[in-house]
């Protein structure tokens, strides 16, 4: 099973900083991609930023010039540091990673696991 814990979520001011990070363990054989998703209240869950194995990084328009994933492949890590934070950057943040599982002996699986969430609150 490949599981996820994600950290960093708190309470800061408007235009300040956070930096969340998240831990993949398990029975990892390789991992494709991870990425960062936001959810606000009342609104569908979104794409924050990605970056796949060989370091390609996408982000969402309204966080371009503000946030910055990066990951250690090494540790299974991937963290968000995110800048001048806005309103509208509130909402419980998740983890994601897909890639493979298993191992030659029990054979080989896709998954793709999510993070527990972590809240990020605005306030002014």
């Known amino acids: 099973q490949v599981q996820l814990v994600e950290s960093g979520g708190d309470l800061v001011q408007l235009g300040g900083s956070l930096r969340l990070s998240c831990a993949a363990s398990?029975?990892?054989?390789?991992?494709?991609?991870m990425g960062w998703y936001r959810q606000a209240p009342g609104k569908q869950r979104e794409l924050v930023a990605t970056?796949?194995?060989?370091?390609?990084?996408n982000y969402a328009d309204s966080v371009k010039g503000r946030f910055t994933i990066s990951r250690d492949n090494a540790k299974n890590t991937v963290d968000l540091q995110m800048n001048s934070l806005k309103p509208e950057d509130m909402a419980v943040y998740y983890c994601?990673?897909?890639?493979?599982?298993?191992?030659?002996?029990?054979?080989?699986?896709?998954?793709?696991?999510w993070g527990q969430g972590t809240l990020v609150t605005v306030s002014s």
């Open positions: 994601n990673v897909v890639g493979v599982t298993g191992t030659r002996l029990g054979g080989y699986r896709s998954f793709e696991v």
């Open positions: 398990g029975s990892i054989f390789s991992i494709n991609a």
């Open positions: 970056i796949t194995s060989g370091g390609s990084t």
